[in-house]
């Protein structure tokens, strides 16, 4: 069985005390001397794992000053198509999912104007909660056309990142996401599912997937404020 290596247990065990605000935006990390004594480990590890966590964006350090907190929460790029696990995965959580369901729908009202189809026609929904490092961070829902996705109620105990699984059993790919985020609080059944309470801020995302010219899936995503952001990168000329 391979061995975690001290400066990966290292990086988690700093990573989620940033996570749960022990260490809150702002203020001081223990100096180099310190960690060593906190983990019994070596300068080299310690320097290893506070590197990971200048590249994740979590911290900074600055001759003279020392190690300061940037950000407690996982941050998505905007101008990638990026899925929530794969972003999750990238910052080094532990990543899954709980309570999956998948149910065949006829399209509603919002959905035949979101999908540009008749009222009626027959689509699959997906329900899941994501997961990082055993904790909820979100939920969501994805819609698919039933006929793109036959079969995929028996395949459900395989979906982590739908996108890779989609992709995997049945060769769906998008060439474009466009997503409209906006802000939200938690009601009962939500706060209940992420371990919240009721009236927390959460960040709302809908995402239209394109293949080609035509809207081929709807993700409604939930995801708690505190532990993500978004980042949007722009160049002169746009």
Not at 69 to 95: M, P
């Amino acid at each position: 069985m391979s061995r975690t290596p001290e400066y990966t247990r290292v990086y988690n065990a700093l990573k989620n005390l940033i996570a749960d605000g022990t260490y809150k935006r702002g203020e001081l990390l223990p100096n180099e001397t310190q960690l060593e004594e906190m983990y019994g480990v070596s300068r080299t590890t310690v320097r290893k794992a506070v590197s990971m966590l200048v590249q994740d964006g979590l911290i900074s350090v600055r001759q003279g000053i020392g190690t300061t907190v940037l950000s407690n929460k996982t941050k998505q790029n905007l101008n990638y198509f990026n899925s929530l696990t794969a972003t999750l995965e990238r910052r080094g959580y532990d990543v899954g999912v709980k309570d999956v369901y998948v149910t065949d729908i006829a399209a509603d009202a919002f959905l035949a104007e979101q999908f540009d189809v008749e009222l009626g026609t027959k689509l699959v929904c997906v329900y899941r909660t994501h997961i990082a490092d055993g904790v909820p961070v979100a939920i969501a829902r994805n819609y698919l056309f039933k006929e793109d996705v036959p079969g995929m109620a028996e395949k459900k105990d395989r979906i982590l990142s739908l996108y890779r699984f989609l992709k995997e059993e049945y060769g769906i790919t998008y060439n474009l996401a466009e997503d409209t985020i906006s802000a939200c609080n938690a009601n009962y059944e939500e706060a209940m599912l992420l371990g919240v309470e009721p009236g927390e801020a959460l960040l709302t995302v809908v995402r239209k997937c394109y293949t080609g010219d035509k809207v081929s899936q709807l993700a409604l995503v939930k995801i708690i404020a505190s532990r993500h952001e978004f980042v949007v990168v722009t160049k002169d000329g746009l």
